[in-house]
């Protein structure tokens, strides 16, 4: 059974960083792209940053320059580096996964549970 689970969300002052962490576990044949999106209160889920297998990335416009997604292949993490946070970065972040269970099966999403990042003024 595939697990994605988060860590390293928790309450920062405006201008601060966090690093989310995503570990995938389980047993799969391969991991394609990795995601964060985050979801504010009364808002739809959003994309922040994604970051393919091969190690290319897309951001959303409004973190570009602010944040920084990478990932370890060996570890099957991904990460997110938040610097220069603003309260309308505040939302649940949550952990995306695109992976094949064996060479023969079709790509499927996954999800973590989600994050809370809150950014205070």
């Known amino acids: 059974q595939v697990q994605l689970v988060e860590s390293g969300g928790g309450s920062v002052q405006a201008g601060g960083s966090l690093r989310l962490s995503c570990v995938v576990s389980?047993?799969?044949?391969?991991?394609?792209?990795m995601g964060w999106y985050r979801q504010a209160p009364g808002k739809q889920r959003e994309l922040v940053a994604t970051?393919?297998?091969?190690?290319?990335?897309n951001y959303a416009d409004s973190v570009k320059g602010r944040f920084t997604i990478s990932r370890d292949n060996a570890k099957n993490t991904v990460y997110l580096q938040m610097n220069s946070l603003k309260p309308e970065d505040t939302a649940v972040y949550y952990c995306?996964?695109?992976?094949?269970?064996?060479?023969?099966?079709?790509?499927?999403?996954?999800w973590g549970q989600g994050t809370q990042v809150t950014v205070s003024s």
């Open positions: 389980g047993t799969m044949f391969s991991i394609n792209a």
């Open positions: 995306n996964a695109i992976l094949q269970l064996s060479s023969q099966s079709p790509h499927i999403s996954y």
């Open positions: 970051i393919t297998s091969g190690g290319s990335t």
